[in-house]
């Protein structure tokens, strides 16, 4: 079946740091690629996304790649600040007529401090 | 512009009571999902709903869990019998017809059920 794997957390990086956080995936067929983000005591919200190979998704200063021959979507920004700091999964989908059912990879938590 | 209501935000109940978790979706969107995080797990579907209509239940367990989203009214995720296995965030999501495909949830602050 689809799955996704992501870096275990947390990560804590100093305010201004470069930040990756490793994806891979698993599918059957073609999937479309996402990032989610779950700032503290909030829902999850939609960050980025790339629907096919090579389409670079983009949000707030975060970049993702979708990169179909190594099966990624690391999710990276050039400085992070502590208004960053929240739970990132990463996520696919067939997109079908039938709706979005999305496939989580298991978060991770990212604290940045001063 | 009130966005996905979960409640309650926390549940305690005793082995072998019954949950019962309740979701507006934001206004305007007529699909709900249902996802369950366990401990140390990502999220998982369980169920996606239209109004009146289970579209799709291939992530429900077969026993003691059922959804519905009636024509008035929330979505409603029930438990029957609850276990300490049952013990989870649950994580209620919408989205309105025209982004059905395109991957984009709106998801509420989800809804904390331990059972003891």
């Known amino acids: 079946g689809d799955s996704v794997t992501q870096m275990e957390g947390p990560v804590t990086l100093s305010e201004e740091a470069f930040l990756t956080i490793n994806c891979t995936y698993t599918a059957t067929g073609y999937p479309s690629l996402f990032w989610y983000v779950q700032y503290p005591g909030e829902g999850l919200q939609l960050l980025l996304k790339a629907t096919k190979a090579d389409d670079k998704g983009s949000n707030k200063g975060f970049e993702a790649t979708y990169r179909k021959e190594t099966t990624s979507f690391h999710l990276e920004k050039g400085s992070v600040q502590v208004s960053d700091s929240a739970v990132y999964f990463c996520?696919?989908?067939?997109?079908?007529?039938?709706?979005?059912?999305?496939?989580f990879g298991t978060g991770t938590q990212l604290k940045v401090e001063l | 512009n009130a966005g996905v209501m979960q409640n309650p935000r926390h549940l305690v109940r005793r082995r072998g009571q019954e949950a019962r978790l309740r979701c507006s979706p934001m206004k305007g969107h007529s699909h709900v999902y249902w996802y369950r995080q366990l401990p140390e797990e990502g999220l998982k579907f369980m169920v996606y709903l239209q109004k009146e209509n289970i579209i799709d239940e291939s992530g429900m367990p077969k026993e003691r869990f059922s959804a519905e989203f009636p024509k008035e009214g929330p979505s409603i995720l029930r438990i029957q019998q609850v276990v300490r296995g049952d013990s989870a965030a649950y994580f209620c999501?919408?989205?309105?017809?025209?982004?059905?495909?395109?991957?984009?949830?709106?998801f509420g602050e989800g809804s904390r059920l331990t059972v003891l």
């Open positions: 996520a696919l989908a067939i997109l079908t007529g039938g709706g979005n059912k999305l496939t």
């Open positions: 999501a919408s989205s309105p017809p025209s982004r059905g495909r395109t991957g984009e949830l709106f």
